[in-house]
């Protein structure tokens, strides 16, 4: 059995796409997952499975999704080894020892190809920042998420891939819920 963290892209930000995480339990254990728990109303979820193919289970969640509540969403799949190898990469660790909340990261659906990543600007946020390592993008929001232009669809459209954001509060406790 493999213990898979996933993340959904856009549930239940801003009063759109509502998904009750009871009715998502009962989706993803009907689907054949076991152990399966939710974090926060937000479309995170700790599973076990018995298949190891990330791709396969995203879809099957997916199309679960759409049949059942009509909305039309992205899955993301980490294990939790790769959410801790990806706290630990952090760029940003010093600020995230100030305040963890202003710090997240995006768990893209694919490696961007670097003529993509090299086409980002840096200096386009300032204060703010970022860094692109393997399939993260860390975001350091030194005056909060809340009010900033660097937003999720600026980097999926440049970057040609999809993602979904938690901060590093909601890392921690992903993994705490994945070793149980």
Same mark, same amino acid.
């Given at each position: 059995?493999?213990?898979w ?9 801003g ?39 990330r ?41 995230a ?16 190809? #670097? =003529?993509?990543? %090299?086409? &980002?600007?840096? !200096?386009? *946020?300032? #204060? =703010?920042?970022? %860094?692109? &390592?393997?399939? !993260?993008? *860390? ?42």
């Amino acid at each position: 059995m493999t213990t898979w963290v996933v993340l959904l892209r856009g549930v239940n930000v801003g009063g759109a796409n509502r998904l009750p995480m009871k009715e998502l339990r009962e989706l993803v254990s009907s689907l054949g997952h076991s152990e399966v728990v939710t974090h926060i109303q937000s479309g995170n979820l700790v599973m076990t499975s018995a298949s190891k193919d990330r791709a396969t289970i995203a879809t099957e969640i997916c199309d679960g999704i759409k049949s059942s509540f009509g909305l039309g969403v992205t899955a993301i799949l980490r294990t939790p080894q790769e959410l801790r190898a990806s706290v630990a990469a952090n760029p940003f660790s010093a600020e995230a020892k100030v305040d963890a909340a202003h710090v997240h990261i995006v768990f893209l659906s694919d490696v961007p190809k #670097p =003529e993509f990543a %090299a086409q &980002l600007e840096p !200096e386009r *946020f300032t #204060p =703010e920042r970022f %860094a692109v &390592l393997g399939s !993260e993008l *860390f975001l350091h929001y030194p005056n909060g998420a809340g009010r900033s232009k660097m937003n999720l669809d600026y980097f999926e459209k440049r970057l040609h891939v999809r993602g979904t954001a938690r901060n590093l509060n909601t890392v921690a406790k992903l993994i705490e819920l994945a070793k149980r």
